[in-house]
C-alpha cells in the first residue's frame, strides 16, 4: 500500500472541513436570526439576507461537506479493507481537482449572492450557470470514485478467486454504485433543464419536471450521506466498543436492500405536488416503508454489536452494558450519541414518509428539526468522530486533546437536544421553514415563547462546533507526533462464510434495482418529458 490513499483522503477531508466551517458559522446566523437577534444588516455585503445564508448553509453542509467526506473516507476504507492500493492514484488526484473546480466554480455564484436558490435550487428561481456548471462537476467526480473503488475491486478479485468480498469494500462499493445510479436523475435535470435555461439557450423551463428528476436523486442522496456513516457503524465502531459485530450476513443483507429500495422513492418528497398521480405517490410511500427495513436490521445489528463491547467489559443486566461503554473514547462517544439521536430522526421520518400525515409537516419547521438529527447529527456527528481517529491516523500525531473532544461531542449532543425538538414543535405549531421569521407579519406568538430555545440550542451546537475545529487545527499542527496503530476492523460473530454467495454478485441486484426504478419512475417521468413545455420563466426573488 502506498502513501497515496492517505493524501487523497487528507485533501478531501480538508476541503469537507472548511465546508463545515462555513457551514456551522452561516447556521449560527440563521438560528439567530429565529431568536430575534437582527445578525444580517451587520454582515452585508457578505450574506445578503437570510435566504443567501440559508443557501450558503444548505449547500455547504449538505452538499459539500458530506461529499468530499465520503469521497475522502470510503476510498480510504476500501483500500485499506482489500489491503490493496487504489487501481489509480492519478485518477484519485484528477477527481479530486474536478470536484475542487467544481467546487469553486459553484462558490462564486453562491458567495455573489447570484445562486440564493437553496440548496435543492428548484426552478423557477434560477441562478447563474456558474452555480449549476460547478455542481455537475462535482457529481461527475463522484462517478469518477466509483470508476476507481470498481476497478481497485476488480484487481483485488481477479487476485482472490472464490474470497467473500471484506465486509467494509463491500458497502463501500454498494454507497458509490447506489448513489451513481441515483445521481442520473439529478445529471438528466443538469444537462435537460437548468444548464441550457441558465446559459440562455431555451426561454423557460418546467418546474415540475425538474422537481421530479431533482427527488429521484436527492432521496437517495440522504442515503449517500447516511450508508458512509453505518460502514463506521458496522465495521469499526464494535471494535472500538471493545466486541464484535453481530452479523456480517445480516449487514449485508441491508446493504444489499439499500441499493435496491434507495432510488424508487423519491416522489415521498411530492405528495403535495399536483400532476403526479395519487397511485404513484401512494407506490413510493409504500417503497418507502419498505426501505425502513434495511434500517432496523441496521439499528438491530450495530445495537446488538455494541452490546457485545459492553458485556465484554463487564456490563450485565438489560441496560448497564450501555453505560460500561468505552464513554472516554471521543471517537465512539460521538457516533454512539449520534446513533441516539439518529434514532428519534427515523421516527419523524416515519411521519413524514406517510402520505397524509405528511400534510401536518409540510414545509415547516418541523423539517428542519428532522434533518438535523439525520444528516446535521447521525451523519455530521459521526464523521466527526471518524476524524477523532482519521485525522491523526493520516497526520501522525496524536489528537491534541481528548477532553476537548469530549466536551465537544456532549455539546453537540445537549445542543442538537434543545434546538431539534424545539423546531419539530415550532413546525407543529405552523411556522413554516425556510422563511426569516422574525421578520415574518404572520408571527405568532405561540412560535415567540419557543423561538429563543432554536437560538440557544444552535448557538450551543456553534460552540461545540468551534471546538471541533480547535482541536483539529490544534492536532494537525502542533500535537506531538505519535504513529498511529493501524486500521483494524471489527470480527464478526457470525462472519462473511455464513453470507449466501449470491450476495456478493452484482448483476441480479441490479437488474432488480433498475426494474424497480423503471417501474416507480418510468410512467410519470415519461408523460412529464413529453409532455413539458418548457416556458416557465426564471424568477430572481432576493
Ligand atoms: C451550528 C450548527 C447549526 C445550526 C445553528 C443550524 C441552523 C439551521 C437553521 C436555523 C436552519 C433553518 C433555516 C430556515 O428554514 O429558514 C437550518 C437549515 C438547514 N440546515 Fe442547519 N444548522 C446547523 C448545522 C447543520 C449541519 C451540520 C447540517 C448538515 C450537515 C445542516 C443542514 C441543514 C440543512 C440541509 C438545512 C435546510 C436548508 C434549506 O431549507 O434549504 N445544518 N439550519
Ligand atoms: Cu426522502
Known amino acids: 500500500m502506498t502513501g497515496e490513499e492517505r493524501r487523497l483522503a487528507a485533501a478531501n477531508l480538508i476541503v469537507a472541513l472548511v465546508a463545515l466551517f462555513g457551514g456551522v458559522v452561516t447556521g449560527l446566523f440563521q438560528a439567530l436570526?429565529?431568536?430575534?437577534?437582527?445578525?444580517?444588516?451587520s454582515l452585508a455585503p457578505l450574506i445578503r439576507s437570510h435566504y443567501h445564508s440559508v443557501s450558503i448553509h444548505g449547500v455547504l453542509n449538505a452538499l459539500v461537506f458530506t461529499t468530499f467526506f465520503i469521497?475522502?473516507?470510503?476510498?480510504?476504507?476500501l483500500s485499506r479493507s482489500l489491503g490493496a492500493p487504489l487501481a489509480s492514484a492519478r485518477l484519485g488526484w484528477v477527481t479530486f481537482w474536478v470536484m475542487t473546480a467544481g467546487l469553486v466554480l459553484s462558490s462564486i455564484p453562491l458567495v455573489g449572492n447570484a445562486a440564493t436558490v437553496m440548496f435543492t435550487f428548484y426552478p423557477p428561481l434560477k441562478a447563474h450557470w456558474a452555480f449549476y456548471v460547478g455542481l455537475t462537476l462535482v457529481v461527475a467526480g463522484t462517478w469518477l470514485v466509483t470508476l476507481n473503488l470498481v476497478l481497485t475491486w476488480r484487481a483485488w478479485r481477479a487476485r482472490n478467486p472464490g474470497l467473500r468480498t471484506p465486509l467494509a469494500a463491500y458497502m463501500s462499493l454498494v454507497t458509490f454504485v447506489m448513489w451513481t445510479i441515483a445521481s442520473l436523475g439529478l445529471a438528466a435535470e443538469m444537462i435537460f433543464l437548468l444548464l441550457p435555461w441558465s446559459l440562455g439557450l431555451v426561454g423557460g423551463t418546467d418546474a415540475l419536471l425538474a422537481r421530479t428528476l431533482f427527488w429521484f436523486t436527492g432521496h437517495p442522496l440522504v442515503y449517500f450521506w447516511l450508508l458512509p456513516a453505518y460502514v463506521s457503524w458496522y465495521t469499526l465502531v464494535p471494535r472500538q466498543a471493545g466486541g464484535k459485530l453481530f452479523s456480517d450476513p445480516m449487514a449485508r443483507t441491508s446493504f444489499i436492500l439499500f441499493l435496491v429500495l434507495s432510488t424508487p422513492v423519491g416522489i415521498h418528497h411530492q405528495y403535495a405536488d399536483p400532476g403526479i398521480h395519487q397511485a404513484w405517490k401512494l407506490l413510493h410511500a409504500l417503497l418507502t416503508?419498505?426501505?425502513?427495513?434495511?434500517?432496523?436490521?441496521?439499528?438491530?445489528?450495530?445495537?446488538?454489536?455494541?452490546?457485545?463491547?459492553?458485556?465484554?467489559?463487564?456490563?450485565?443486566?438489560?441496560?448497564?452494558?450501555?453505560?460500561?461503554?468505552?464513554?472516554?473514547?471521543?471517537?465512539?462517544?460521538?457516533?454512539?450519541?449520534?446513533?441516539?439521536?439518529f434514532a428519534f430522526g427515523g421516527i419523524g421520518g416515519l411521519i413524514n414518509a406517510s402520505f397524509n400525515v405528511n400534510m401536518v409537516v409540510h414545509n415547516t419547521a418541523y423539517i428542519v428539526g428532522h434533518l438535523h438529527l439525520t444528516v446535521g447529527t447521525a451523519v455530521?456527528?459521526?464523521?466527526?468522530?471518524?476524524?477523532?481517529?482519521?485525522?491523526?491516523?493520516?497526520?501522525?500525531?496524536?489528537?491534541?486533546?481528548?477532553?476537548?473532544?469530549?466536551?465537544?461531542?456532549?455539546?453537540?449532543?445537549?445542543?442538537?437536544?434543545?434546538?431539534?425538538?424545539?423546531l419539530h414543535e415550532l413546525g407543529l405549531r405552523g411556522m413554516p421553514r425556510r422563511t426569516m421569521i422574525s421578520h415574518a407579519s404572520y408571527l405568532q406568538p405561540e412560535w415567540k415563547t419557543l423561538l429563543p430555545l432554536v437560538g440557544i440550542g444552535g448557538a450551543i451546537v456553534f460552540l461545540s462546533a468551534l471546538l471541533y475545529?480547535?482541536?483539529?487545527?490544534l492536532t494537525v499542527t502542533v500535537s506531538r507526533r505519535a504513529p498511529q496503530p493501524a486500521l483494524e476492523f471489527a470480527e464478526a460473530l457470525s462472519g462473511?462464510?455464513?453470507a449466501p454467495a449470491f450476495m456478493d454478485r452484482?448483476?441480479?441486484?441490479?437488474?432488480?434495482?433498475?426494474?424497480?426504478?423503471?417501474?416507480?419512475?418510468?410512467?410519470?417521468?415519461?408523460?412529464?418529458?413529453t409532455t413539458a413545455s418548457l416556458n416557465t420563466p426564471g424568477m430572481r426573488v432576493w
Open 33 to 41: 436570526e429565529f431568536a430575534g437577534v437582527e445578525v444580517y444588516p
Open 380 to 422: 455530521a456527528l459521526t464523521f466527526i468522530g471518524i476524524t477523532y481517529w482519521l485525522v491523526p491516523h493520516l497526520a501522525g500525531r496524536a489528537l491534541w486533546s481528548r477532553t476537548v473532544a469530549l466536551v465537544q461531542v456532549w455539546l453537540w449532543f445537549v445542543g442538537m437536544l434543545i434546538f431539534s425538538p424545539t
Open 289 to 341: 416503508f419498505a426501505v425502513f427495513f434495511p434500517s432496523l436490521l441496521t439499528f438491530f445489528n450495530v445495537v446488538a454489536s455494541l452490546e457485545t463491547g459492553g458485556r465484554a467489559r463487564g456490563g450485565a443486566g438489560w441496560l448497564n452494558w450501555f453505560v460500561r461503554l468505552p464513554w472516554s473514547d471521543p471517537s465512539l462517544a460521538a457516533q454512539v450519541l449520534a446513533m441516539v439521536l
Open 469 to 473: 475545529f480547535l482541536n483539529m487545527a
Open 506 to 529: 452484482w448483476r441480479p441486484w441490479l437488474a432488480l434495482t433498475a426494474l424497480l426504478i423503471v417501474i416507480a419512475y418510468g410512467p410519470t417521468l415519461v408523460r412529464l418529458a
Open 71 to 77: 469521497c475522502g473516507f470510503l476510498p480510504f476504507i
Open 496 to 498: 462473511p462464510d455464513h
